[in-house]
């Protein structure tokens, strides 16, 4: 490059200042070329590990032309209530995918009453489309249900009542409805001696339970004003004749002579709901 020299000696460049290379266009020419390196690079190396006892692979490698990729959206994940394996939701009807949807969205706010009453929905849909996954939803209906009622934060089966002096448990367990065992439960007693007169009790509002044992399903359902409650599977098949029944002062004893086997937690759980003449209905199916 030639300089000038101009007044008092001064040497510069003759070249206008538009014609003068940047040192932004420098930088980025600079990261253009090395990614084109880089490109090549990977080339080569692909070229030698697909050629590697092939030489005729090359050229393969070279005709390989970059893939569209799909314009179809990616199937939407399965909901929690769908167990692996199952169907996925773009397999089920319209109104039974929004539902489940709405499922894994009220378990991931932890709405307890939202979660009962999408199970409740999903289980009555007309032609049962959610047939294969049935007892996973039964399994989750009694374990939510299960949480609501004694979770301590309200449900629609509990009420407070304010014991007044010479009230005892028993009795108001009696009034209400329900076992002291449900009562101590309810209120995290270890025993009845915690009641205090005047301090609220929480209780079962009146609960109205029936046990429906299926015979052939080796399942029995805890109803609740008519709508199941909790699901219980048999130890060992019910050699109880079809028919109504209903519950002594010593259900166990009478679960006994009716064949009912159950497992001794799910024993001592049915023992916080079923009264003395509490209705036993066995089915054949």
Do not use: C
Not at 125 to 143: C, F, W, Y
Not at 238 to 253: H, N
Request: aromatic content about 6%; overall charge positive.
């Amino acid at each position: 490059m030639s300089l000038a020299r101009g007044k008092f000696g001064i040497e510069f460049d003759p070249l206008r200042d538009e014609e003068r290379p940047s040192g932004r266009g420098i930088l980025i020419g600079a990261a253009v070329l090395v990614v084109l390196v880089s490109f090549a690079a990977t080339l080569v190396n692909r070229l030698r590990a697909r050629t590697a006892g092939n030489p005729d692979a090359g050229a393969a490698v070279l005709a390989e032309a970059p893939r569209p990729a799909p314009s179809a959206l990616p199937a939407p994940p399965l909901s929690p209530a769908v167990p692996p394996g199952k169907a996925l939701l773009e397999e089920r009807p319209r109104v039974v995918r929004n539902l489940l949807m709405r499922l894994t969205e009220a378990e991931r706010d932890r709405d307890l009453s939202r979660q009962v009453e999408t199970i409740e929905l999903l289980r009555a849909q007309p032609g049962n489309p959610t047939a294969d996954i049935d007892h996973e939803l039964v399994k989750r209906l009694g374990r939510l249900n299960f949480r609501w009622m004694f979770g301590g934060g309200g449900s629609p089966w509990t009420a407070e009542v304010t014991p007044r002096k010479g009230n005892s448990a028993a009795r108001i367990a009696k009034e209400q409805g329900m076992t002291v065992a449900a009562l101590l439960k309810l209120n995290r007693w270890r025993n009845v001696d915690e009641m205090r007169p005047g301090s609220p009790v929480r209780v079962l509002n009146r609960p109205n339970f029936t046990l429906v044992v299926h015979r052939r399903s080796q399942l029995a359902e805890l109803m609740l004003d008519g709508k199941l409650f909790k699901a219980y599977e048999l130890a060992r098949p019910s050699r109880a004749a079809p028919g109504f029944y209903r519950t002594t002062d010593d259900p166990t004893r009478q679960f006994a002579r009716l064949g009912l086997s159950f497992s001794p937690a799910d024993f001592s759980e049915l023992s916080l709901f079923l009264l003395a003449s509490t209705p036993v209905l066995v089915a054949e199916y």
